[in-house]
Each structure stands twice: as structure tokens, then as C-alpha cells.
């Protein structure tokens, strides 16, 4: 069988440095190339195609759920496993909604990540254990309204009086993936500007 191929995406270059390490010295792996941010990872993706890319998500210069979802709009056939240190619902969601095939922290044993890698070139969804549990219990939950948690995050900053560009910088975002999600705020509460959406949220109990 042919190697799998990798694209490694993270802003810290001792961390890319491990990784390709940990991949050259087992079999099975190649890693074709490195980026740096989000934006080079896009780049690289297209060229080159790897079957998996291994992305962290908050780096300057292009976030991880930024180019998760350009490669997604794209069609790219790379699969996107996130290798990350963050695990809270505002970094897993919308990760997972912006199309990532598998999401593992950087604490997981070398031979889960080998795994992981693997099941993900085959298109199988990987999660490590917190967040599989942590999604689980999400489920079963109450919800609150129809928001994701990523929305309720930029509901609130909205509804402190805060600007698109003040938004996009406190939530290492662009300015258009703000926008994105105030469409998709104002359609699931039924409304058409931001302080209907506030005061609407405030009635259904989304903002305390």
C-alpha cells in the first residue's frame, strides 16, 4: 500500500519539527510538507494534495477553522485531523462544522495519533475520548435555543456593543467568518439585524 501523505499545520515550528520526526521514523507516512498558518495550509492543500493534514487551529495569520472551511468550500480531498491543545465546545463545534474529519489533543499517545491518522485517510471520523465525551454529554443536554456555541460567543460580544473587527480579533476569525455567523444567527432566531438578535436571544434566555 502507498504511503499515507501528510501537510503539518501548526505555528510553532518545534512542534512541526516533532511531528515530522515522529512520522518519518514509522512506516506508512510521508509528510510532504509544512505550514505555518492557516492560509499557507490552504496553499499547500491545493498544490499538493496530501491525503491527511494534521492542523492546529489558533494561529496568527489564518485560524485552523478558517482554512478547514476553505478547504471544505473548495473540495479539496484532504481529509483535516485537528491536533490541537484546545478542547472547549467554542474550538470543537465549530471545527467540526467547518467539515474536519477527526479532532485529537496534543497530549494523545504517538500510536493513537498513528491511528487516528490512518482511520482518517480512510474518512473515518476520529475524536479523542474527552471530546467524544464531551459531545455526548453536549447532546443530551438542554440546548440552548438553535445557536451554536460559536454563535452564542459572537451573540455576546454583539450584544456588549462590539464591532465586526473587535469580534473577529478576540475570536482569531476574519471579519467575513463574523458575518457568516450573524446570517446564520439572524436565521435560526428569525430575525434581521443585531439588536433584534440580541433582544431575542435575551427572551429566549441565551444571554443570561
Avoid: W
Amino acid at each position: 500500500m502507498a504511503d499515507i501523505t501528510l501537510l503539518i499545520v501548526d505555528d510553532h515550528p518545534v512542534v512541526r519539527d516533532g511531528l515530522r520526526g515522529m512520522f518519518a521514523g514509522a512506516p506508512g507516512f510521508e509528510v510532504l510538507a509544512e505550514a505555518a498558518n492557516g492560509r499557507e495550509a490552504v496553499a499547500l492543500a491545493a498544490d499538493l494534495r496530501p491525503d491527511v493534514i494534521l492542523m492546529d487551529l489558533r494561529m496568527p495569520g489564518g485560524s485552523g477553522v478558517e482554512a478547514i472551511t476553505e478547504i471544505t468550500e473548495r473540495g479539496l480531498p484532504s481529509k483535516v485531523l485537528v491536533l490541537t491543545t484546545y478542547d472547549t465546545d467554542s474550538d470543537t463545534i465549530p471545527a467540526i462544522e467547518a467539515g474536519a474529519t477527526g479532532y485529537l489533543l496534543k497530549d494523545a499517545p504517538r500510536d493513537e495519533l498513528f491511528n487516528a491518522v490512518r482511520a482518517a485517510a480512510e474518512g473515518r471520523t476520529v475524536l479523542s475520548p474527552a471530546i467524544a465525551s464531551r459531545l455526548v454529554n453536549r447532546v443530551r443536554a438542554p440546548q440552548t435555543g438553535t445557536l451554536s456555541a460559536r454563535e452564542i460567543e459572537v451573540l455576546r460580544l454583539v450584544a456588549k456593543g462590539t464591532g465586526n473587527r473587535e469580534i473577529a480579533a478576540e475570536l482569531f476569525i476574519s471579519q467575513a467568518t463574523v458575518k457568516t455567523h450573524l446570517t446564520h444567527i439572524y436565521a435560526k432566531l428569525g430575525v434581521k439585524d443585531r439588536a433584534a438578535a440580541v433582544a431575542s436571544a435575551y427572551d429566549q434566555g441565551i444571554l443570561g
